[in-house]
Nanobody
């Protein structure tokens, strides 16, 4: 079992920055690829960014490339998402997720075994 707890969400103005954190406990943190998903009201959950077990491979959805940065600190069992130049369309509940995989990152929600409870990000225009 892996427990994931997100924090850092809130209200931010368009063009501003925010850093989300996801603290993990339970199994060995470095065994898991980690990902951020988001879900806006009335929309399906979508992949945002992911990082492989030791941080070598990262992947971003096109709409956040150049604005968001995913990183992980395996010594602190923590995943981060640095959000810059945020836009109103970034408004959503952001979830971190973990999947035991040997290489790379998956964009499919079904690939992830463990999920946090989510943190709300609201971007005002």
């Amino acid at each position: 079992q892996v427990q994931l707890v997100e924090s850092g969400g809130g209200l931010v103005q368009a063009g501003g920055s925010l850093r989300l954190s996801c603290a993990a406990s339970g199994r060995t943190f470095s065994d898991y690829a980690l990902t951020w998903f988001r879900q806006a009201p009335g929309k399906e959950r979508e992949f945002v960014a992911g990082v492989s077990r030791v941080g070598i491979v990262t992947d971003y959805t096109d709409s956040v490339k150049g604005r968001f940065t995913i990183s992980r600190d395996n010594a602190k069992n923590t995943l981060y998402l640095r959000m810059s130049s945020v836009k109103p369309e970034d408004t959503a509940v952001y979830y971190c997720a973990a999947a035991a995989r040997s290489y790379g990152v998956s964009r499919a929600p079904g690939a992830y075994n463990y999920w946090g409870q989510g943190t709300q990000v609201t971007v005002s225009s």
